[in-house]
């Protein structure tokens, strides 16, 4: 028996009620997930986004482009280890100890100088009392256009003042993830990594001619000539990207080195015939560098027993953590430092060992008779 269009009416009437009831606890049910999630997101704060780590949490750093603005704003410290992956294995507590400093160390791995320059332009910003900062000077980015970016897409809601798009932090399931991990570090019996460890590749890499597995290209002819608009390009660089920053805080001291890269980094350039013209630019540099008087300069190409021995190397240009650990002491006790004094003997010592040195006696090319053109060169 059907039941009449009245009955029929006031049931689904009931029915409707009944789903917008639920439809109405489903949406508040996920709101109040939402803004639990952003909510604890935002107390353990994984990337540092607006306060330092908090007590009694063990919190993982292996995140560099997401981890190093907030560190740089809100950790406690009076000096910074930065720079390219040629930085990663420094042990922070080895520059505290040698120069009585408390370290954080925010490498950036492949970054150009410019982007290198803007996290310690933000570090200097929020906490100008910075004694010290150690910072590579990468050789193969000296004539590099003084804005050119290495790494894309930045996670630009991390380095921003807009509030806004923090939506993009606090309701983020990657993010969430992280937060997560941090919980279950903590309570897992964790610690918070250590600058010492953060990001050192160290353990992961091999070392060793085999292990580099390096392979000589056909040597090219001719070389490649350093023009006006190559040193032009070293000036601007290097004014802007270190030197600024040198002059308006002179009471911070910056140590910055040329990292020693092996036998074999320097074997490609002299097959590539950019040899001399590296040779040219580094000079260049080290004048433009030497012009700040709290700039100290220093670099380890005359350490030529070190750079031949691939033992101490992982690929063409990444050494070991123990050549990270002399580099220090060397800074430390001044050996190696560049001087307006000195620069012109060590560069000499350095021109006259690699523009000779026996490259095809030491990386043999099966078929040198068969040579190119350098770059440059018709």
Partial sequence: MWPANGQGTERKGMMDKRMKRWGVVLLAVCLLLLVFAGALTAIV????????????????????????????KHFDYDALITGTSMTENFRASELDELFGVNTVKVSLAGASYKEVNGLVETALEANPDIRMVVRSVDGLWLAQDKDYMAYVGFPT??????????????LNRSILNDTVRVIKNTLGGGETTSFDDYENWQDRLQFGEEAIGYVPEKKLEGSVPITQENYEAIEANLSQNFIALAKSYPDTQFYLFFPPYSICWWDA??????????????????????????????????????????????????????????????????????????????????????MNYDYEGRFPYPETQETGSAVGED
């Fill in 157 to 170: 809601y991390l380095y921003d003042d807009n509030i806004i798009n923090d939506v993009n932090y606090v």
């Fill in 269 to 354: 350039q002299y097959r590539k015939g950019a040899l001399e013209w590296q040779l040219l630019a580094e000079k260049y540099a080290i004048e433009l560098l030497l012009e700040c008087e709290n700039v100290h300069l220093f670099s380890f190409s005359t350490e030529f027993e070190m750079i031949c021995d691939l033992d101490n190397y992982a690929d063409d240009s990444h050494y070991s953590e123990e050549i990270n650990s002399r580099i220090l002491e060397w800074m430390r006790d001044g050996t190696h430092e560049l001087t307006r004094e000195n620069y012109m003997d060590y560069w000499e010592e350095e021109y006259d060992f690699y």
């Fill in 45 to 72: 704060d994984p990337y540092f986004h607006y306060h330092k780590p908090l007590a009694g949490l063990a919190y993982p750093l292996d995140n560099e482009r997401y981890q190093n603005d907030g560190i740089v």
